[in-house]
């Protein structure tokens, strides 16, 4: 090793004596430090550093299972209002309760994430009472309608989703086209339709509701006698509500169940696609027997280690910006409170409004969602799962 050579390659002059001059080591020192200074100006976006040593704002993070195109508007808006950064994490909607437990735990005693932003408010409520959120007062908390939120303050809902009928009108004659879930058991449509996987997301919550009205307004047996007239219709599993879409819109299904949200989305895309939103009762005269609606949530999480910043980003996802921000958005969400909402905001109200929704409690649909699900699972099959021939 040669050690007349600089750290950086270059050679130190020498006195007459063989050692070096004073002034040629400070001439030396500084050619080193104007080179080590110019790698580090190079290495420095590499390693996402500022000129004071990296972002130094707040941090809040947030675990999302919503739609990433439209919460990211969302996430911007918090930011540059508050000049809070959201460490944000997104998870697809499917994702199991027990799964979303086991990321939501770190190896240590506080979560992965301060706050939890879910597509689904059932879904919320079961990691609630599990004990992973945490009660939250606050201003905006607290001045939540007592229906939306829970009473111990651990969920907040808000802007949903109905449950829909989408269709290719080219291929659905006037007649066919459906109002009611029951009207996918007619004989026209053996063959022709599709739905989600029974078994998470939005459908899971949907089956469940079916189950629930159906038990206490019409007969018990009567969810399990829609499911055999599915059956019989040889009803197509997919993975998701967006895949019956796609589905539809190449033609491989004429119609299916799926969500407003995804319904809208490919409306935005330019695919030829109508949908209802659909009744549980036919008869429309019927008050509360219409269409169900989910909503997503927003929750503490239990143990986070920024709690004030937290109650700042639930505070800001319950205000009215965020409900226009996701109404507008091309997968919109049904607003729950249209009444703080902007004049200007009618005609998109109008595009996305229930006017009968389903009358179901929460705890009701839960009580009936895994059994709903599951008995879909047995007789129509599921994503992974052929279904049973007719004959089992």
Same mark, same amino acid.
């Given at each position: 090793?040669?050690?007349?050579?600089?750290? #950086?390659?270059?050679?130190?002059?020498?006195?007459? =004596?063989?050692?070096?001059?004073? %002034?040629?080591?400070?001439?030396?020192?500084?050619?080193?430090?104007?080179?080590?200074?110019?790698?580090?100006?190079?290495?420095?976006?590499?390693?996402?550093?500022?000129?004071?040593?990296?972002?130094?704002?707040?941090?809040?993070?947030? $675990?999302?299972?919503?739609?990433?195109?439209? #919460? +990211?508007?969302?996430?911007?808006?918090?930011?540059?209002?508050?000049?809070?950064? @959201?460490?944000?994490?997104? @998870?697809?909607? !499917?994702?199991?309760?027990?799964?979303?437990?086991?990321?939501?735990?770190?190896?240590?005693?506080?979560?992965?994430?301060?706050?939890?932003?879910?597509?689904?408010?059932?879904?919320?409520? %079961?990691?609630?009472? =599990?004990?992973?959120? *945490?009660?939250?007062?606050?201003?905006?908390?607290?001045?939540?309608?007592?229906?939306?939120?829970?009473?111990?303050?651990?969920?907040?809902?808000?802007?949903?989703? *109905?449950?829909?009928? /989408?269709?290719?009108?080219?291929?659905?004659?006037?007649?066919?086209?459906?109002?009611?879930?029951?009207?996918?058991?007619?004989?026209?449509?053996?063959?022709?339709?599709?739905?989600?996987?029974? +078994?998470?997301?939005?459908?899971?919550?949907?089956?469940? /509701?079916?189950?629930?009205?159906?038990? +206490?307004?019409?007969?018990?047996?009567?969810?399990?006698?829609?499911?055999?007239?599915?059956?019989?219709?040889?009803?197509?599993? $997919?993975?998701?509500?967006?895949?019956?879409?796609?589905?539809? *819109?190449?033609?491989?299904?004429?119609?299916?169940?799926?969500?407003?949200?995804?319904?809208?989305?490919?409306?935005?895309?330019? @695919?030829?696609?109508?949908?209802? !939103?659909?009744?549980?009762?036919?008869?429309? /005269?019927?008050?509360?027997?219409?269409?169900?609606?989910?909503?997503?949530?927003?929750?503490?999480?239990?143990?986070?280690?920024?709690?004030?910043?937290?109650?700042?980003?639930?505070?800001?996802?319950?205000?009215?910006?965020?409900?226009?921000?996701?109404?507008?958005? =091309?997968?919109?969400?049904?607003?729950?409170?249209?009444?703080?909402?902007?004049?200007?905001?009618?005609?998109?109200?109008?595009?996305?409004?229930?006017?009968?929704?389903?009358?179901?409690?929460?705890? *009701?649909?839960?009580?009936?969602?895994?059994?709903?699900?599951?008995?879909?699972? +047995?007789?129509?099959?599921?994503?992974?799962?052929?279904?049973?021939?007719?004959?089992?």
């Amino acid at each position: 090793m040669d050690l007349t050579r600089s750290p #950086a390659g270059g050679a130190l002059p020498r006195s007459g =004596s063989g050692a070096p001059t004073p %002034r040629a080591c400070v001439a030396a020192s500084r050619r080193v430090l104007r080179t080590v200074l110019a790698a580090l100006a190079t290495l420095t976006p590499l390693l996402g550093l500022g000129a004071c040593g990296g972002d130094e704002r707040e941090r809040v993070a947030v $675990l999302i299972t919503a739609d990433e195109a439209a #919460a +990211r508007p969302v996430l911007a808006a918090f930011e540059r209002a508050t000049g809070i950064r @959201v460490d944000a994490t997104f @998870v697809p909607e !499917a994702t199991d309760t027990a799964t979303l437990l086991g990321l939501l735990r770190s190896p240590g005693d506080r979560p992965r994430a301060d706050v939890l932003w879910s597509a689904d408010l059932l879904q919320t409520i %079961r990691l609630a009472e =599990s004990g992973a959120a *945490a009660p939250l007062r606050s201003a905006a908390a607290d001045a939540w309608p007592p229906a939306l939120r829970d009473p111990e303050g651990r969920w907040f809902a808000f802007a949903a989703r *109905a449950g829909v009928i /989408a269709y290719a009108p080219e291929r659905v004659a006037e007649h066919e086209v459906p109002t009611a879930w029951t009207d996918l058991v007619r004989d026209w449509w053996r063959g022709r339709i599709a739905m989600p996987d029974p +078994r998470a997301g939005m459908t899971a919550g949907q089956l469940g /509701a079916m189950k629930a009205y159906w038990d +206490r307004e019409f007969m018990p047996g009567y969810y399990g006698a829609f499911l055999e007239g599915l059956r019989e219709n040889e009803i197509r599993v $997919l993975p998701t509500g967006s895949a019956v879409i796609e589905a539809i *819109a190449s033609g491989e299904a004429d119609a299916g169940m799926t969500d407003s949200a995804a319904l809208r989305a490919a409306q935005a895309r330019g @695919v030829a696609i109508a949908g209802v !939103a659909a009744r549980h009762d036919p008869d429309e /005269a019927t008050g509360g027997g219409g269409a169900f609606l989910l909503p997503s949530a927003v929750a503490l999480l239990a143990g986070s280690s920024s709690p004030a910043l937290a109650a700042r980003f639930i505070d800001f996802m319950l205000s009215p910006e965020v409900e226009l921000l996701l109404l507008e958005a =091309s997968a919109p969400r049904i607003p729950l409170r249209p009444d703080r909402l902007p004049a200007s905001a009618a005609t998109l109200l109008d595009g996305v409004a229930v006017a009968d929704p389903l009358r179901a409690r929460a705890s *009701a649909v839960l009580e009936q969602m895994e059994s709903a699900s599951a008995a879909a699972t +047995r007789l129509l099959g599921s994503e992974r799962t052929p279904p049973p021939s007719p004959d089992r």
